[in-house]
């Protein structure tokens, strides 16, 4: 039997609660999950001090 695995894509943010699309994926086997920081959110995160 083949293991599913499950890929979700952070698109706008990191939020883990009400996410109903990492839920459906958390039912996988194996689950991978992908942010990209790419330059558009250059200044959107402040390094925590």
């Known amino acids: ?3 599913k695995i499950a890929i ?3 698109r706008q943010d990191l ?3 009400d996410n109903p699309a ?3 994926v958390s039912q996988a086997d194996e689950t991978i999950t992908i942010f990209i920081l790419g330059s558009v959110h250059k ?3 402040s390094v925590a001090k």
């Open 1 to 3: 039997m083949s293991k």
């Open 8 to 10: 979700h894509w952070f």
């Open 15 to 17: 939020r883990l609660a």
């Open 22 to 24: 990492l839920y459906q």
């Open 43 to 45: 200044n959107s995160f």
